[in-house]
Structure formats: C-alpha cells, structure tokens
C-alpha cells in the first residue's frame, strides 16, 4: 500500500542539500510532481518498491538521486524534466523503465542501465543534452522509438548484439554522434534512427540488414561514404537526404526499390551507378545533387519521375536507357551543365518543365514515339540552337521552347506549325490574336492561314509611342519573326515588314521548318 506521507526532511551536508522521505511500497502517481522542497540529493528509502508515473516529474532542484535496490519498476515519465539532475544510479533490480521516464534530464552525463533491463522505452532518455555517454547491456533486445532522441552530447554508442530492433527516431538529432557500430542482429533500420546525427562520419551496416527505412540517415551531414550490403531490398524514402559530404555510394543488385528524396540534397556526391534490379527513379530521388557529374541509368528503368535529377547542375551528359517511357516532370530541371542527352525511342512523352534551365544544352532530338511535350519542357534553355520536332507530337505544350534565345533552327512538320505559333508567340489561341497582328495570305491552307504577328515597326511620336518601343526588347522582336517563319511565309509575301527586320535577326531566324534561303 502507498504511503500518504509527505517529504521528512530536508537538511544541509557537506556534499549541498539533502532531502528524504519515507514512502512504503509504490510511490503513487504525480505525489511529488514539480515540488520544489524537494533540492539536492534525494536518497530514496529500501521500503520504496516501485515509482510511480509522474512521480518526481519537474523535480528541477533534484542534482542526484540513489534509487535502492529493493526498486523493481520506474513509471512513465518518473524524473522527466528533472533538468538539474547529474547523477543517478539505477540498480540491477530494476527490470522495467517506462516511457520517456527521464526524458529532459538535460544536466544527466553518463548512465548506466542495468543488465536487469530488457528493453528500452519510448523516449526514455529523449532531450537528455548533457549525456555524453551510454552504457546498454546485452540483456537488451529492443531500443524504441526516441529512445535517446536529441542527447546532443552523445559521441559515441555501441549497440550489443542482443538488440533486434531500433524503434524509429531512437538516436535521431545525437549531433555529436561520431561512430555507431549496428550489430548484425538487426534486421531493418528504423525510420529516422540516425536523423540529424551530423556529426556521424562513418556507420558500418551489417549484411543482416533487409531494410533501411525513411529518413534512417536523413541529414547526416558528415557521413563521407556508405556501403550499402547485398542483403538490402530496399531503401526508403529521404533515407541519406541531406548527407552532403557523402562522396560515394555502392548500391547492390540487391535493391529493387530506392525511394523517393533518398539521396536529395547529396551534394558531395559524384557518381551513382543505379543496379539493374531497379525499375524506377522515384521523385526527388537526387534532387540538388549538384556535384553528381555523372550517372548511370540501367535498361531496367521505366520511368523517371518528377525532379529526380532536378538541380544536378554538375551533370554533364545522360543517356537515357531505351526501357523509358516517360519523362516526368521538371526530371532534369535546371541541369545547367547538361550538354547533350539523348532521348530514346521508347519515350512517348516529356513532361512539363522536364529540361526547363538547362542552359547547357545546345541541340535536341525528339524521337519519333514522342506525342506529347509538356509546358515549358525546354524554357529558358539559353544554349539551346537546334530543335527537331518530330511527326509524331500532337501536342506542345504552353511556352515549351520560351527563352530559348539561342535558337537558330526548327525542324518541324506542318501539322504542327500553327501550335509552334503558340508556343513561341503570347497569344493562347487564334481568337486571342489581336486583329491588327493578323495576315491572311491567299492561297494559303489553314495552317498558315492566320499569322501570330508579335512583331510591329516601332512607332513615332508622343509619349506612349516611346514606352511602347522600350518594352519591344530584342528577345520579343526575336519570337515575333519566329512566329512569322514559322506560318511558313514566303519571302514575297514578307517584302512588307522586310525593311524593319534588321538581318542579324533574319540570320537567327531563317532556316526555320522548310525555309533554308535568307532574302536578300
């Protein structure tokens, strides 16, 4: 039966403070929650066999406490947020330590849990800043999750080999965690295990390791290298994200599934060959790799989901195996460095924004199973010279080729010409054109029946007339004529607006779909 009893006495000693009580059996639920008599040492009595929840919860004046060993449990949340305590000794008959039991023990530095203890529990030691080292025994099977989350003091841990499962979040933000060893009966890494540790520089994984769950390694800054052992099947989602100094990664032919942001934000790393056992490059997967120079792509992959190489602006060059259908979503953005790729015949479509910023990139063939571009799939392509467009698209997408201002040349068929209009001019449709920027030549089919005229002479006289030509820039009066020769005009039939083109843009222009001659 607990005791009623209050605290006995509090008296000075050489060694600070001293308080002591006189509890029998459990002490209950919350009975001395947040008292602030309580100060110093606190010597708990032999008559005490169990701590109740909350029992000195917000303790902060407790520096150290002995707890007996006639003590067999400590309840949930028993010393959390005892912020002031540095020592503690938990005696080899406790065999149970509850959930987040000294959770925020923020002065607490070393600590000894008992072989008598068999696992340990939700966030027992999480927010303990001060712990600097760990001893756990071999009597232990199972760390859980947050068990030391955020014990930024923590350098290093050794984990024995009776542990069979790391709870997710068990070690995640142990910043000065240098080393960890992961004994070889462990099976899976835990989702978030070893987040934030950036201080972690090497982790050697076990071949008895099947799975490395999301985010195991997100944010692991440090970490230079990693071997990934064949054993793996799978590597989850953000699992090495932001790991910048990672240089180099062995991804077995183990691993069917690598997931998505897996190694975003791996900015030291250099080279990535993908295994044949895989089938899809999941989204973000290498997303702001920007010192990956180059990659290897297996015939197994189908596909290539949205931003998976999105800002690798180290990448010079891809080649894209002929197992891919399809080009997702801004995949390559903003691989400025990218020269050349080559598109293989088994994709049918690219995605919206998929090379948008690609400045690198000077020419582009479209193969002929592609019939679909998506919007801005090329915009702002600055280094971007040559395109040809195959029979097979049907549809180009909105600004699929703005910005490209380098561009010399256009091949294109003629069932497409009218939506080339579009996509370099700023009009939507036809019926947004306005009727002042519209020629109807005779003789001319419907394709070339209405003219995006973007292109005006500049005009003279009065105020409006000279912002009207400050916003005419030359990158605008360069899409007009594009426009112009793409609605496939003869050169007599330009001898209007001829004196106004200067022939640096007819240079730029002509040449376009069928016209190969520069009129004189």
Request: aromatic share 8%; hydrophobic share 35%.
């Amino acid at each position: 039966m607990p005791s009623a009893s209050a605290l006995v006495a509090t008296y000075a000693s050489d060694e600070g403070p001293t308080c002591t009580i006189d509890d029998v059996g459990e002490i209950p639920a919350e009975k001395y929650e947040g008292n602030k008599t309580l100060v110093g040492q606190l010597t708990i009595p032999s008559s005490v066999t169990s701590i109740g929840r909350f029992a000195f919860w917000k303790c902060s004046g407790l520096t150290s406490v002995t707890i007996p060993s006639s003590v067999t449990s400590i309840g949930n949340h028993a010393f959390a947020g005892c912020s002031g305590l540095t020592s503690l000794t938990i005696p080899s008959s406790v065999t149970s330590i509850g959930n987040h039991a000294f959770a925020g023990c923020s002065g607490l530095t070393s600590l000894t849990i008992p072989s008598s203890v068999t696992y340990i529990g939700v966030k027992v030691f999480s927010w303990c800043s001060g712990l600097m080292s760990v001893t756990i025994p071999s009597s232990v099977t199972s760390i859980e999750e947050s068990a030391f989350d955020r014990c930024r003091g923590l350098t290093s841990v050794t984990i024995p080999s009776s542990v069979t499962f790391i709870g997710r979040c068990a070690f995640s933000g142990c910043s000065e965690l240098t080393s960890v060893i992961i004994p070889s009966s462990i099976t899976f890494i835990g989702r978030y295990a070893f987040s934030g540790c950036s201080e972690l520089t090497s982790v050697i994984i076990p071949s008895s390791i099947t799975l490395i769950e999301a985010g195991a390694f997100n944010g692991c800054s440090g970490l230079t290298s990693v071997t990934i052992p064949s054993s793996v099947t799978s590597i989850g989602d953000d699992a090495f994200s932001g790991c910048s100094r990672l240089t180099s990664v062995t991804i077995p032919s183990s691993v069917t599934s690598i997931g998505g942001d897996a190694f975003c934000g791996c900015g030291g790393l250099t080279s990535v060959i993908i295994p044949y056992s895989v089938t899809s490059i999941r989204e973000y997967t290498f997303l702001s790799c920007c010192g990956l120079t180059s990659v290897t792509i297996p015939s197994s992959v189908t596909s290539i989901e949205e931003s998976a190489f999105k800002g690798c602006s180290g990448l010079t060059s891809v080649t894209i195996p002929s197992s891919v259908t399809s080009i997702e979503e801004s995949a390559f953005r903003a691989c400025s460095r990218l020269t050349s790729v080559t598109i293989p015949s088994s994709v049918t479509s690219i995605g919206e924004n998929a090379f948008i910023r690609c400045s690198g990139l000077t020419s582009v063939t479209i193969p002929s199973s592609v019939t679909s571009i998506g919007e801005r799939a090329f915009k702002w392509c600055s280094g971007l010279t040559y395109v040809v467009i195959p029979s097979s698209v049907t549809f180009i997408g909105e600004d699929a080729f703005d910005e490209c201002c380098s561009i010399n040349r256009v091949h294109a068929p003629d069932h497409i010409i009218a939506q080339l209009c579009g996509v370099f001019a700023p009009f939507d449709t036809m019926a947004s054109v306005p009727a002042q920027h519209r020629i109807t030549p005779p003789g001319t089919t419907w394709a070339t029946a209405e003219l995006y005229l973007w292109w005006s002479p500049p005009q003279s006289g009065g105020s409006s007339a000279a912002a009207y030509n400050k916003n005419l820039t030359s990158r605008s009066r360069r899409i007009m004529i594009w426009t112009v020769m793409l609605c496939g005009f003869q050169t007599a039939e330009m001898t209007e607006i001829l004196p106004y083109i200067p022939p640096e843009i007819w240079n730029l222009v002509f040449g376009f779909v069928k016209h190969t001659a520069i009129p004189a």
